[in-house]
């Protein structure tokens, strides 16, 4: 493929000017409307050491308000990242609606350097192209422009460019070792590039491969690339909009034929009246405390993290099942999230970002005190998302959550079940009781008349996204005793599986 390419094309200076003068006009009014229909745009540039990226960003960006952009210029993970799975960084440097975000090289390293440098093991190697797709799919499906640009140079132009950059004290700095080993064994890395332009070209995120030999012929062209892939999905995003004025949008809604199957699957065989007497519990609990702060600290040691996420009915006991769990950890090495309602600034991104940016570093300990899954379960029923949106999460999910095990990330998630009965109970119990009216509320009596609604998107939930590696561990909560110990029961076995088997962070 890319051996292929004609890399003597040029362009003379009074094409290059006529053809500028439009594209600056144009592509600055694409970003405008951009920011108008709030649609958010990815740059990634990619290509070859002294293809020119840099230069050719810095021309990009002079038709571009510069309140409405961001360039991020990826280099080496620094220690923080490392901490983290891969895709961490780049869930962090999204671009809000309606802004752009440049990277000046980007998760491709992982499938790049890295590889070329012997960071990423060839078990790995799939794993990260995996995910990479998966990153982009579910940002594309999210309304996300993404905009890949290839620069493409021959070995013989590289060399030539090295050279002249290590001429001078002032750019010799640009040059790196890596960069000429890479020059070295050219055909070899471009074998790489070559696999990875054919992994990932996909529809919603094509490839665009440039010529980058002639710089004016590479500036019109990635000016080009850029305005009719912000034109396509404007022009998209405008069609929406007029079906939705014409009342063709779609709605929350649950597939009827779906509801009977799916409630008779997991939540109606739990067995509610396991129970637990108070002296058991005293004992238990002590015993799993102490066990849970050795383990907290091995975890440290051995740089394990750990996601521990909490959904469950209104009352049904997460918040006191957090605290038993956390009761005798080192409180610098955890920390609890409780998830409200997104605000202004996270809906602005994709609804996974505000939990991807709070995911733990190697050795510590995260815990959602409601999550992700909001998605699939409050936003699907009060109808703060579409049908093809709550439906789309299922596999966005799951993708995310393959995404952190694979990285050696410990995830566990507790559905606590109660019954109706139970839950009015305690509600009233709350309301009689002056030191806990405030843990009460009229959205809790609200909620509890969809209580049906809720319980087949629940039982959903824990079919579609129960898996071996981020299992749902369903707790009997009538009895809250019975409950606290078997989340703690389950946390302490989780991590004492991982240690048996040698999980130490790769």
């Known amino acids: 493929m890319l051996e292929k390419l004609d890399l003597t094309k040029k362009m003379g200076k ?16 694409l970003q405008r409307r951009c920011k108008e229909l709030n649609i958010p745009v990815m740059i990634a540039f990619e290509g070859f050491g002294a293809a020119g990226k840099g230069l050719q960003i810095g021309k990009l960006i002079q038709a571009l308000d510069p309140r409405g952009f961001r360039v991020y210029a990826v280099k080496s993970e620094t220690e923080e990242e490392k901490l983290h799975p891969f895709l961490w960084r780049f869930w962090t440097k999204l671009p809000e609606k309606g802004r752009i975000a440049i990277y000046d090289t980007s998760w491709y390293t992982r499938v790049l350097k890295d590889r070329f440098d012997k960071k990423v093991k060839k078990p790995e190697l799939a794993d990260a192209y995996e995910s990479i797709l998966s990153f982009e799919d579910q940002l594309t499906e999210d309304g996300m422009v993404i905009i890949k640009l290839f620069l493409a140079i021959d070995k013989k132009e590289q060399k030539k460019r090295f050279d002249r950059l290590l001429a001078s004290r002032d750019t010799a700095w640009r040059v790196t070792k890596g960069d000429l080993r ?14 990875m332009l054919a992994r990932t070209d996909t529809e919603k995120a094509p490839w665009h491969i440039v010529e980058a030999v002639d710089r004016r012929f590479a500036t019109v062209k990635i000016y080009s690339i850029v ?26 809604g649950t ?12 939540l109606g065989k739990v067995d509610l009246s396991l129970s637990c007497g108070r002296e058991e519990y005293e004992r238990e609990l002590k015993v799993l405390q102490n066990r849970i702060r050795e383990l907290h600290g091995e975890l440290y040691r051995r740089r394990i993290p750990v996601v521990l996420g909490f959904e469950g009915w209104d009352a049904g006991g997460k918040g006191g099942a957090i605290k038993r769990l ?6 610098r090495g955890y920390v609890v999230h409780p998830t409200a309602s997104p605000n202004a600034v996270e809906r602005q991104y994709h609804y996974l970002w505000r939990f991807w940016k709070d995911m733990p570093k190697a050795g510590h300990i995260t ?25 789309r999460a299922y596999r966005e999910i799951n993708d995310m959550e393959r995404t952190l095990t694979r990285e050696g990330v410990i995830v566990l998630k507790f559905w ?10 305690r509600f009233r119990e709350r309301q009689e009781n002056p030191e806990k009216q405030w843990k009460i509320t009229e959205e809790d009596w609200r909620n509890r008349e969809k209580w049906d609604q809720y319980e087949v998107a629940v039982n959903e939930m824990l079919i579609r996204t ?15 005793y019975y409950a606290r110990l078997k989340v703690l029961r389950t946390v302490v076995e989780a991590i004492e599986e991982r240690i048996k088997t040698g999980g130490k962070r790769a």
């Not at 929406?240 to 063709?248: K, N, Q, Y």
């Open 416 to 425: 606590m079940q109660i019954d109706k009965d139970e839950q009015e109970r």
């Open 227 to 252: 305005e009719e892939m912000l034109a396509r999905q404007i022009e998209k995003v405008e069609g929406s909009l007029a079906d939705d004025r014409a009342g063709r949008d779609e709605g929350p």
């Open 466 to 480: 129960s898996t071996a590696n981020a299992p749902w561990i369903v707790v009997e909560g009538n009895d809250k």
């Open 326 to 331: 956390t009761a005798k950890m080192d409180p």
């Open 182 to 195: 890479r020059n070295e064994k050219f055909d070899k890395y471009q074998e790489m590039n070559e696999e």
């Open 255 to 266: 597939d009827a034929a779906e509801t009977k199957e799916l409630m008779e699957s997991i």
């Open 367 to 391: 815990i959602f005190d409601r999550t992700w899954y909001g998605r699939v379960m409050v936003e699907r029923i009060e109808g703060f998302c579409t049908k093809s949106e709550w439906r």
């Open 14 to 29: 009074e094409e290059y000017k006529e053809k500028m003068e439009h594209l600056e006009k144009s592509l600055g009014k």
